[in-house]
């Protein structure tokens, strides 16, 4: 079913509009503001405290709007640099149930807290790892919020999702797939001169009379005499090296400089080292340049996009063989896209200066391709995160399993075995304890308490033309919904408002502490009744307007239900709703199940999906209402007519008339049946 549901969710949702611009600019932390915006989506830069372009700033709602389960997006405000980093995240705002006024903002708050220093190419994922071992190393996790994972999921998808579509449309270079890196297994014998035959070393040789030639036409032309006095030499003669596999590095470097190296890459892990050997006149960098930062003359690309380059700060000899002059390690990193067993272009800058006073400078760039062979390098897979929905029902797997086998155990003793149950002397006892599983399990423990939220949630998405996808966070729910709809062609709404409601247990509970303590019964008279038991489809009513036309209120008019403060959040919650759940299970100890009777508003949904009941299921008698009125004297829900029809829309599956039907010593019919066979047998 959950399958099912995944592959037939809406691929679009409706996209919202961005905040405006003096909004997000006062969201925007210190150091940082708010710069110009980048296209009409709602992307801006983001300006550092030196005026530099930094990065980007964004909202996830206009970019990613998944549904919450209050069918609205949580809307959330994402730094994030030019090499796809998190700088930082921010809630703007959020309709989530769990967090509007059962949690609390603080633990949400606290959770997006934790994508700050972490890439957009790393796979991050909400919850703990499903297996243990080295299986999946290449995951992240981040920290769930108890009770409220389904919503902090959500969450994450959505700011995952904005932030790679600004990747994509703004950050073209950024690599979406994790880089090759060298193969430390990889062992083969090389020297220098197997290092040129194979084009493992590049070489970039500039004569002087190729240098002028470049200047000529421009204000240097002639600036440079030993470049017309000495046209055949070189001016540049430079090779290329990647030494990040291990066998390259060995055929350049003596012992001393090949153990510097090891020891850089041992804390320096994700950084490729690039040899850069100059035995001409023009040099690596100039005589300002300062050790452990970018070199000034040189700089690098890849498919069109800058790669940065910096000094590696180490100090080493070459190996016999390999040509003398000026030499320098630089890396680069390849978290930040670089991929080594790809083509890539070194470009050197060849500088010169036109006058003596103030002199102009100007420049020509000298390009060279290089590329390692693939051999050299590995490529890891990539650690692909489950889809969210099926994440969710892995961390969950085994309340699943128990909770699977609960509901089946359940069903097959109300479908397959009702008649025996509701006559067993032990009937009370049993359905109790049942109950008792129900709010400990399924309610408290499993956080499984059905809400009108989730409807009104969907009925919005249905609208909006948006995702249902919000259901599919929460399997545990999701399973006790697939059972209830079953329920409704076996049963009508009993199944769940009978046996699978949380809330509905504890009330069922303080009706039997009221009986202990011999506390009076209240109960309205039969007309009453009747007009009571209307009152929770004018909620539903209401409720449903209230999503369409004042949306944002929809959390706190669901706050009819105390589902909420009595499971979700354990009753831990400001006064004045606690007072208002335990008023209902007070009230519960003289009125039976008065919320459930008359102000439900999900109980409202559920008899609205009884009428998919296919069949009646409670037995009756011909005497059943004429004369016989016991059963309905009995129903504690006032679900049995004068007439003994059974009210279904109000039946709630406690099984009491189905055990009274069945006994011999309280059914009127079966009573009068044996007397009159008595009788007969005494005349005989």
Known sequence: ??????????????????????????????????GEPIGDDGVYQLID??????????????????PGFSGAPVNLLVLLDHDGKFLDVRLIEQNEPIFVSGLGEAPFRAFLEQYAGHSITTSLVVGTPYRSGSEGGSLVYLDGVTKATASVRIAHESIMAAALAVAREKMQGISAEPPAHPDPDHDEALDWQALVDQGLATRLRVSNAEIEDAFAGTLWEGDDPEAIDYPDEPYLDLWIVDIGPPSIARAVLDDSGLQELENFLEISGDDEPILLIETARHGLVSDDFVRNTAPDWISAEQNGFP?????????FDLANGVPDGRAMILRTDRRLGFDPASEWVLNVDAVRQHGIFQPQTGSVTLSVTHQTDERFFVRPEVATPAPPWLSALQNRMT???????????????????????????????????ILAVVIGFVGWWGQGQLSIVTVLGSLRALFDNGSFAFLLYDPFSLLIWAVTFAGFVLWGRGLFCGWLCPFGAMQEFAHHLGRVLRLPRVEPSAR????????????????????????????????VEPFKTAVTTFFVRDWYYVAYALFWLVLGMTMFKGFCRYVCPLGAVMAIGGVLRGRDWIARRSECGSPCQLCKVKCNYGAIKRSGEIRYSE????????????????????????????????AE
Not at 21 to 33: C, D, G, H, K, M
Not at 307 to 315: I, N, Q, S, Y
Not at 399 to 427: E, K, Q, S, T
Not at 531 to 539: D, F, I, N, T
Request: charged residues 20%.
């Open 1 to 34: 079913m959950i399958l099912g549901l995944h592959a037939s969710l809406p691929g679009t949702v409706a996209l919202g509009e961005p905040l405006p611009r003096e909004e997000i600019a006062a969201l925007v932390p210190q150091p940082y503001s708010l």
């Open 49 to 66: 405290i030196s005026r530099s372009d930094a990065g980007f700033v964004f909202e996830t709602e206009p970019l990613a709007p998944l």
């Open 307 to 315: 790669v940065a380059l910096r000094d590696a700060d180490l100090f």
């Open 399 to 433: 309340d699943m399993i128990l909770l699977a086998g609960f509901l089946a155990v359940l069903l097959w003793l109300l479908f397959f075995r009702m008649n025996p149950l509701a006559d067993n002397r032990a009937f009370t006892p049993i359905r109790l304890t």
């Open 528 to 559: 009453w009744d009747a007009r009571l038991k209307k009152l929770k489809y004018v909620l539903l009513a209401g409720l449903v307007a209230t999503v369409f036309l004042a949306p944002d209120q929809t959390d706190l008019v669901a706050e």
């Open 651 to 682: 039946c709630f599956q406690c099984l009491d008339c189905v055990s009274i039907h069945n006994d011999r010593s309280r059914c009127v019919p079966l009573v009068l049946s044996r007397r009159n066979q008595l009788r007969r047998e005494a």
